[in-house]
């Protein structure tokens, strides 16, 4: 009995872990864009499919947009020091406090514009630092579209 028991989860238990996720689906949370009703901070899933990608809100999606219509898609870094952990954990130990303030922390935004027809929008999304790159090379694979490093890039006034 105890030899069928452990053949049927040698068998169902690595079926039951690939059966989720059948598309490419990362959590982001949106920075801001053209998308109405979607406050800056919300938690969202991007949805990237082989012709589209979607942005869904529990189980609704909020923007559906056909992969062929994207415009730019660009890449940025949001690079600062942790100065207020710092400060905190100099209240409790003086060593590690100091030893905080020279770590620094990152935030990684995508930002895609599209065009329909008359209709025009973007948005910026902030990704995990463990999935950024999968979303790009996603977003590039469906789109032909190349990114571009926003932080490469110099605004002239």
Known sequence: MRRLVALLLCLFVPIAAFAGDKDNIYKVVYDGGSIVGVKSGA????????????????????????????????????????????????VISFGIGALMAFSKSKKHFVGLTWA?????????????????????????GITGKKAIDS??????N
Do not use: W
């Open 116 to 140: 329909n027809g008359d209709v025009k929008g973007g948005y910026v999304m902030q990704c995990d630092k463990n999935e950024y790159r999968g979303i790009l090379a996603a977003l590039e």
């Open 43 to 90: 938690d969202l899933k991007l949805s990237i499919e082989p012709k589209q990608f979607r942005l869904i809100r529990g189980k609704d999606d909020i923007l559906v947009v056909d992969a062929a219509s994207v415009t730019e898609i660009s890449y940025g870094q949001d690079i600062h020091r942790r100065i207020g952990t710092a400060i905190g954990l100099a």
């Open 151 to 156: 932080d490469a890039m110099t605004v002239k």
